[in-house]
Structures are given as structure tokens and as C-alpha cells.
T-cell receptor, first 115, second 114 residues
Framework: NAGVTQTPKFRILKIGQSMTLQCTQD?????MYWYRQDPGMGLKLIYY???????DKGEVPNGYNVSRSTTEDFPLRLELAAPSQTSVYFC??????????????FGEGSRLTVL | KQEVTQIPAALSVPEGENLVLNCSFT??????LQWFRQDPGKGLTSLLL?????REQTSGRLNASLDKSSGRSTLYIAASQPGDSATYLC?????????????FGPGTSLSVIP
């Protein structure tokens, strides 16, 4: 039972560099999400997807991009890394249909530091 | 605007005590409420999910209750153990298909002292 898998677990970037955080889930969930967690700030939604080929912005999308070419994968791209993007990033998924609970399942997180 | 708060921010108890963690939300029109556990450096693990039509859910030593009218949920942990030490977060989902409307509380950091 892999669930939600994120890579890498840790990464250090220089200002202006780009990178992609990978996320894959094997539960056939239709919804996938990217959150960032900053100390004392709780979790903030960056982007989400309701299914393959469909993505939309969350609360804090600036500086990020996503794609959803398959049901399983939902990568998050940082184009020009800035110190403000230093955070812990979590990918999550859920199965949302009428009458379903929509329980959220999380990956273990990716800790990103931008210097 | 829905806001979710958790009090206290941190709690330290001796092993064996029963304890209650609190979660408050400002808008009672919720779809469900989910309790998570987060260990240091780890992701969030789902503990219990309560649908809006339910009053409580139980799993082992954990019992979560929901009172929508007062905007409160409690997580009761019986006979606490050092392994229960973690941060506990609650999250409120607004609407059945409102994919972006999951509001997280800031969490309560629990330490169980042997």
C-alpha cells in the first residue's frame, strides 16, 4: 500500500533555480492537491486537480505551476525559486463522489530550502 | 469566512492520563471534519473523519465528537502513551464538492511524558 508518494524528501535550491516536486498516488483518487506548511501558519492550498487534464489555483499559487496528465501523477513545478518558497510541501489526494466521505490522504512531505 | 482554531497550542501530560483536544470553527455549514496526526518531519496521517450528519466516531483509544451548532469538535485520547506524542490537526471541509474548501487548524502539539 504505497498511498501517496512524494519525491524528493529534501532539496536545497539557489535563488532563481527551477525544480519539480513529484507526487504519485496509487489509490485511483480523482482529486489531488498541493499544500505548503509553514511554521505557525497551518497548511495553505497551492493548486489542486479534480481529474486528469484539469487543474486550478488554490490560495497561494504564485510562483508555482502544476500539470495532471494522468490520474496518478500531479507534479508541482517551481520556476524561479525565491527564499519565500522555503517550506514543507505536501501532496494529498482524495476520492470525491456524491455520498463519499472525501477523506484526505497525505504524502510524507518534501522539505525545500531556497538560499 | 470559515476559520478553524485549536486550543491549546501545546499540551504536556503524564502517561496514562485521559485528555481532550479542542477544535473550533466559525461556520457550522460543514461537510465533514477530519482529525490528523503529524509526527515531526512526517506527513499527516488521518485518524478520524466525522460527517456532518454524525455526532462522533471512535477508533481504538480515540473518540472524536462533533457539535455543529456550537462549532466545536473534540478529540478524546484515552490512557495516553508516549507514542501519542505528535501534533494533532483538525480540518473542516465545506461543501460536498468544494475541492478547495478544506480549512486546517494550526494544530495542538501533544507531549506525553513517561
Amino acid at each position: 500500500n504505497a498511498g501517496v508518494t512524494q519525491t524528493p524528501k529534501f532539496r536545497i535550491l539557489k535563488i532563481g533555480q527551477s525544480m519539480t516536486l513529484q507526487c504519485t498516488q496509487d489509490m485511483n483518487h480523482n482529486y489531488m492537491y498541493w499544500y505548503r506548511q509553514d511554521p505557525g501558519m497551518g497548511l495553505k492550498l497551492i493548486y489542486y486537480s479534480v481529474g486528469a487534464g484539469i487543474t486550478d489555483k488554490g490560495e497561494v499559487p504564485n510562483g508555482y505551476n502544476v500539470s495532471r496528465s494522468t490520474t496518478e501523477d500531479f507534479p508541482l513545478r517551481l520556476e524561479l525559486a525565491a527564499p519565500s518558497q522555503t517550506s514543507v510541501y505536501f501532496c494529498a489526494s482524495s476520492y470525491l463522489r456524491r455520498g463519499n466521505t472525501g477523506e484526505l490522504f497525505f504524502g510524507e512531505g518534501s522539505r525545500l530550502t531556497v538560499l | 469566512k470559515q476559520e478553524v482554531t485549536q486550543i491549546p497550542a501545546a499540551l504536556s501530560v503524564p502517561e496514562g492520563e485521559n485528555l481532550v483536544l479542542n477544535c473550533s470553527f466559525t461556520d457550522s455549514a460543514i461537510y465533514n471534519l477530519q482529525w490528523f496526526r503529524q509526527d515531526p518531519g512526517k506527513g499527516l496521517t488521518s485518524l478520524l473523519l466525522i460527517q456532518s450528519s454524525q455526532r462522533e466516531q471512535t477508533s481504538g483509544r480515540l473518540n472524536a465528537s462533533l457539535d455543529k451548532s456550537s462549532g466545536r469538535s473534540t478529540l478524546y485520547i484515552a490512557a495516553s502513551q508516549p507514542g501519542d506524542s505528535a501534533t494533532y490537526l483538525c480540518a473542516v471541509k465545506i461543501g460536498e464538492t468544494s475541492y478547495d474548501k478544506v480549512i486546517f487548524g494550526p494544530g495542538t502539539s501533544l507531549s506525553v511524558i513517561p
